[in-house]
């Protein structure tokens, strides 16, 4: 089993050194990760396969200065790879801006602890880099939503409502052409906007996971959120005291916004089979939205990006979801 897994992962790495992060093999690696996790292990096993000459750093096992004096080493292009059974420290060093500001290259695999053994083959069939599905889907989406006025999500007896237009959506499917920063955090797959205008977003829709304080996925019995002029103003009476908890705290430093509105675009991950780390259960194969007045990518009057606090993930029960009577998403699948 084990051994069937580093065969896919190897050939799905491979596909993302080729296809995606266009790694050229005369340039540099450095592999930095830690054996604290069997799926790491998994990684670790296709990273020797698919970067044969690749320096590997067991981050475990050396000073941090080493790991610098690594970094320091690379040139423009070389590639940083983090295999990361939770998430790597140097001190308040923020490893991933420092490599971009070197034009390195980044791969980053983190909190694997968070996968039960049961889901490590969901995770390495999520790193395929399933370029036709992702690119042709992802045009077709983003065309959809970035010229409509109209956003309809039903929920089961109820709908959430949004009208005046959506931000043009960004992507986030492993093409980095013309991009400054090449790489990022794997497994890949999504697609995400916003309301132009908070204020016209209204109505009701069952939420069936979110993301807890731990980062980690919490799954329920659906239940009612109800939202007004883009704000959460109530929820069902079968609402979990986490989501409550999580709700008040929110409020408590800022408007409970209901902003990022995204598709999942990874079939590997579903609601059946899910990844319980919160970066890899956002691709899920399906829609989220985020409350929070949080939003790195998405700029808005009033709303001061190192003022705001939270971006907390909720994933809707969704029988269909369109725009301008268009249907984008419906009974599980993409329609268009």
Do not use: C
């Not at 790193?127 to 970035?146: C, F, G, I, N, R």
């Not at 790489?183 to 908070?198: N, Q, R, S, Y």
């Not at 989501?243 to 598709?263: A, N, W, Y």
Request: hydrophobic share 45%.
């Amino acid at each position: 089993m084990l051994e069937d897994l580093i065969v896919i992962a190897t050939k799905n790495i491979r596909d993302i050194l080729d296809l995606s992060i266009k790694f050229e093999h005369g340039n540099k690696a450095l592999v930095i990760y830690d054996t604290n996790n069997g799926l790491t292990n998994i990684l670790i096993a296709a990273y020797r396969q698919a970067l044969p000459e690749a320096k590997f750093v067991d981050f475990d096992t050396v000073d941090k200065q080493i790991i610098m004096a690594e970094f320091a080493k690379l040139q423009p292009d070389d590639l940083v790879v983090m295999v990361q059974s939770s998430n790597f420290r140097l001190d308040d060093f923020r490893i991933r801006i420092h490599l971009f500001s070197k034009k390195l290259k980044v791969i980053e695999h983190m909190h694997l602890y968070r996968n039960d053994p049961s889901v490590w083959d969901v995770y390495v069939h999520a790193l395929e880099y399933d370029t036709d599905w992702l690119h042709t889907v992802s045009a077709k989406v983003k065309q959809q939503l970035q010229t409509a006025q109209e956003f309809k999500i039903v929920s089961l007896d109820r709908e959430l409502i949004v009208t005046g237009g959506l931000e043009i959506p960004k992507l986030n499917i492993g093409d980095y052409t013309g991009m400054q920063n090449i790489g990022g955090t794997f497994p890949i797959g999504e697609l995400f906007t916003e309301a132009k205008d908070f204020a016209s977003m209204h109505g009701s829709f069952y939420v069936y996971a979110f993301a807890g304080q731990d980062f980690s996925i919490s799954m329920h019995e659906p239940f009612r959120v109800d939202v007004e002029q883009g704000l959460v103003v109530g929820f069902g009476d079968n609402a979990p005291s986490g989501f409550i908890e999580i709700l008040e705290l929110v409020k408590s430093f800022e408007r409970p916004l209901i902003r990022e509105i995204g598709f999942g675009l990874n079939r590997a991950i579903t609601r059946e089979r899910y990844l319980a780390d919160i970066t890899a259960f956002e691709r899920i194969h399906g829609m989220h939205v985020s409350l929070g007045e949080k939003h790195s990518v998405f700029k808005k009057p009033g709303i001061k990006t190192n003022k705001s606090k939270f971006h907390v993930d909720l994933f809707p029960v969704v029988d269909s979801a369109g725009a301008d009577g268009k249907m984008i998403f419906a009974d599980g699948q993409y329609v268009l």
